[in-house]
């Protein structure tokens, strides 16, 4: 029986839309028929990628006996975390705050009320390693709610009043300062592996986002140990397993600190952002590799995962068929020597293994290897090299491909559309800056839509169900400001605008905070507001950032108001934790170096628009065009005459502006950070 999932969007749900177990999507309806049966509610969430979340799912929820107890003593509620984020975020804070870690699948009873009273993650078919097997587990919670209600009913009342009293530490006092930036690099200082780049010990992420704060620190002070941080961390990246050195693209994280085997999967957001991180990087240092790596990414971004409607999808499985017909984690991505020899034939085969790294006993499972770079092959001969790769990757498009999820994210399509735009200006390619206006244009038309409030997902065209969250309005906000800057049309600006105003008006609280939903949304046990920049910049740092972005562009003194405010929450948490505020901060060095404004009186796309977008100084804002309606479409090109005939660069900075400049070298020097 099809149960009912098969009418929702979610290619997560839809996975589950054929199992025994009779699942409700999230909805009032759902918690009305457990009040209906006094039975508890039994919410899973997970995400289509999540390889754990298939290993459940194969393991109970596709199993009758399980599913038969499930429908007879719980109503079953399954959420896709990237539909609804609000939700997932709340009951993962009363997971983390019960059991001291959290993950997916994430499993949690709750009252008809919404109220949780017992959690977990995974739970396996069969009690294994001090973890109860599922089944018991629910004999445990039904025998719980039938003979100790009261019990369920103060745990579940305890756990709300405990994360309600969870108040935000807020800084409250303004904006961070030279002395928090300062602080905040000693941090990344500490935590840093000089050995193999990156922050902290294994699993190791990506962390883009702190990247951009050093990039930007370097840029503002010259400070060549953040530099340097930034750079050996993307060559580190970029030469292990976590980047595809066949097709491009990085997987999510690495599982040891060397960056050799990756965890499996490939996201949007990861993608976009170290996109965006290695174009910025070769605007800093001019370094091949990094000019190499962004539009390999790019290219990935396009190929991969753009949708036939023109927007990006969420993301590629970890998990395809091996030869054998199992699904394995890494089939699709990993070589045996064997297998190179049946691709590339004995010579090439030796030289490909000493080139990437594969051996005999390999660095993944049974005897395979995960491509990379060790660079301890000699000098290479790149033609080689080229031929090689072009044939392995043909090889591999013959492998059964992993799946993708299809759904389009309102937030991180704001982020590809960001990189996609600025890669595509920096390195003349006008088909990435196409792309990026591709998927501008469908937030617009499907995820804005009718009723002029956005949308957080869509699939095939369709807007889906939910409410965007602020990190949507923040990015895409985010992405139509780097599509402004990179085209000249002031639209986009205009569009940003509209949403920047959403988030004033509906996510913004007292005293510069922020909130994730908005004022008018469904009401949940808690609402929630989390400024830390995780696998994605928070919406609160997002936010941020547009909206200092925005107020540059304008000179609209609320918006600038409440970047600063939101900011706050910077000032207190960047000396603390800097690795997980790194937006954050990259948008505090944007406020401390003004940011720079650039109107450029002349042709988008001439020498001096260029110079202006490969200008390095912070969160420096771009505006270009000619003639007299150019100040309609920007405010910044108001009364910015050409000088003797010629284009035009004017810069300014806290109501203070240079002379005007026809020089590309001089506009250069200017906007060096």
């Known amino acids: 029986m099809a149960n009912r999932l098969a009418q929702t969007t979610s290619p997560y749900l839809l996975q589950h839309a054929d199992n025994p177990v009779d699942w409700w999507p999230w909805s009032p ?9 006094d039975v508890p509610v039994l919410l899973s969430v997970g995400y289509s990628s999540c390889h ?9 929820f596709e199993d009758d006996e399980t599913a038969a107890y499930l429908n007879e003593h719980f109503v079953s509620v399954k959420v896709d975390r990237e539909e609804r984020p609000d939700v997932d975020a709340v009951y993962m804070e009363a997971v983390q705050a019960a059991t001291g870690h959290g993950g997916w699948p994430m499993t949690v009873f709750l009252t008809a009320d919404g109220e949780p009273f017992y959690f977990g993650t995974y739970f396996p078919p069969e009690a294994r390693h001090g973890s109860p097997s599922f089944r018991q587990v629910l004999e445990g919670v039904t025998a719980a709610w039938r003979d100790r209600r009261d019990e369920v009913a103060e ?30 690099l000693l941090g990344l200082t500490r935590e840093y592996d000089e050995q193999y780049g990156g922050f902290g010990g294994a699993p190791k992420f990506p962390p883009s986002m702190a990247v951009e704060f050093l990039l930007r620190h370097h840029a503002r002070t010259g400070s060549e140990g953040a530099l340097q941080m930034a750079a050996d961390t993307c060559t580190a990246m970029a030469r292990g ?25 490939k996201m949007l957001y990861d993608n976009a952002l170290l996109c965006r991180v290695y174009a910025h990087l070769w605007r800093a240092t001019g370094s091949d590799e990094a000019r190499r790596i962004a539009l390999e990414t790019a290219d990935f971004l396009v190929r991969e995962l753009r949708t036939t409607e023109g927007g990006f999808a969420s993301a590629l499985d970890a998990d395809s068929e091996d030869a054998d017909g199992r699904h394995v984690e890494g089939a699709y991505y990993v070589w045996t020597p064997a297998q190179l020899r049946e691709a590339l034939g004995e010579d090439d ?78 390195f003349d390619r006008p088909d990435l800056v196409e792309r990026a206006t591709e998927a501008a244009d469908l937030l617009v038309r499907v995820h804005l839509g009718e009723v002029a409030r956005l949308t957080r997902t869509s699939k095939d065209g369709r807007a889906g169900e939910n409410a965007g969250v602020l990190e949507d309005y923040g990015d895409v906000a985010e992405g139509f400001l780097a599509l402004a800057a990179v085209t000249g049309e002031g639209a986009w600006l205009e569009f940003a605008g509209f949403l920047l105003d959403i988030v004033l008006e509906q996510f913004t609280g007292e005293g510069g905070q922020m909130y994730d939903t908005a004022h008018d949304a469904e009401q949940l046990i808690r609402r929630p507001q989390d400024p830390t920049d995780s696998a994605t910049p928070s919406g609160w740092s997002a936010a941020a950032g547009a909206l200092l972005s925005y107020a540059a562009y304008t000179g609209s003194e609320p918006h600038r108001t409440a970047a600063e405010g939101a900011l706050g929450v910077v000032k207190a948490l960047g000396p603390r934790v800097p690795r997980f505020v790194g937006w954050g901060l990259a948008v505090a060095e944007a406020l401390l170096d003004g940011p720079r404004e650039v109107a450029v009186a002349g042709p988008v796309g001439g020498e001096l628009h ?19 309606g150019a100040g309609a479409e920007f405010p910044l090109l108001v009364d910015r005459p050409l000088v003797g005939g010629e284009p035009t660069a004017y810069v300014c900075r806290h109501f203070v502006c240079d002379a005007p400049t026809t020089d590309a070298g001089e506009l250069a020097a200017k906007l060096g950070g």
């Not at 976590?242 to 050799?260: C, K, N, P």
Request: net charge negative; charged share 25%.
């Open 155 to 184: 745990v579940a009342g305890r756990i709300v009043a405990d994360l309600a009293g969870r108040s935000l530490v807020h800084g409250g006092d303004g904006a961070p300062g030279e002395s928090e930036a300062a602080q905040a």
């Open 29 to 37: 309806e759902a918690f009305e028929e457990a009040r209906r049966r």
């Open 241 to 265: 397993g976590i980047y595809d050195q066949l097709g491009g693209g990085f997987a999510r994280y690495s599982v040891d600190r060397e960056w050799i085997v990756p965890h499996f999967e």
């Open 52 to 60: 754990w979340c298939h290993v459940m799912a194969h393991e109970s």
């Open 349 to 426: 085969a030796a030289f490909a293994a000493a080139y990437y790294g594969v051996t005999e006993e390999g660095t993944f499972e049974e005897g395979s290897s995960v491509l990379r770079l060790p660079g301890d092959a000699g000098p290479v001969d790149a033609d080689r090299v080229a031929g090689v790769r072009a044939r392995l990757l043909a090889a591999r498009e013959e492998r059964p491909r992993p799946g993708r999820d299809d759904k389009v994210v309102a937030a991180w399509n704001g982020l590809a559309i960001a990189a996609l735009a600025e890669t595509g200006a920096y």
């Open 610 to 628: 260029r110079t202006a977008l490969l200008g390095r100084a912070p969160g420096a804002v771009v505006a270009a065009g000619e003639g007299p």
